[in-house]
């Protein structure tokens, strides 16, 4: 199995602590995730992630599969990282670290993503879709993070 990393990157305008606010809530990946995906959490969700979690998504993959997907968070450093990893769901494999990183004031924001396809060499063939599918995914997500009445709404919400 080839295994495929996306890394991406982004600063976001408010402190590491309200950014891990908010990200440590599973509940909010619904508000940065792109409509079309039709993105549907279906577990009953704490207000903060915790090692061995296991999260249960359906969402639509390539614009027209509807897929069950189940995620486990399996580490977890508060105001630091979180990984998430896929036991059940569209990908052969799924690793993926949310890393938060405090710089004065701001949040540096990381994503590192390990993933296999399954269908062996039909599964290589269909990268390019994959990869389309999650740079629509990110780009969503740097764009809603961008958006300063978003930010505000963030930090609204946030109780510290």
């Given at each position: ?77 508060d ?13 052969k ?7 938060f ?5 701001k ?25 389309n ?27 510290l």
């Amino acid at each position: 199995m080839k295994i495929y990393k996306l890394e991406r990157e982004q600063t976001i305008n408010i402190p590491v602590e309200i950014s891990w606010s908010f990200f440590s809530n599973p509940k909010n990946l619904q508000e940065i995730t792109p409509k079309n995906l039709s993105f549907n959490i279906l577990s009953e969700l704490p207000k903060k992630v915790y090692p061995g979690l296991i999260i249960l998504y359906k969402l639509k993959i390539l614009g027209i599969f509807q897929t069950n997907w189940v995620t486990e968070i399996t580490q977890v450093k508060d105001n630091e990282f979180f990984i998430d990893e896929q036991r059940f769901g569209p990908y052969k494999f799924w690793h993926h670290q949310h890393i938060f990183i405090n710089e004065a004031g701001k949040t540096r924001m990381k994503d590192i993503v390990h993933f296999g396809l399954p269908f062996g060499i039909f599964g290589r063939i269909g990268i390019g879709f994959v990869n389309n599918q999650l740079e629509e995914i990110f780009s969503y997500r740097k764009k809603k993070l961008d958006d300063s009445d978003f930010i505000t709404k963030i930090i609204k919400e946030t109780k510290l």
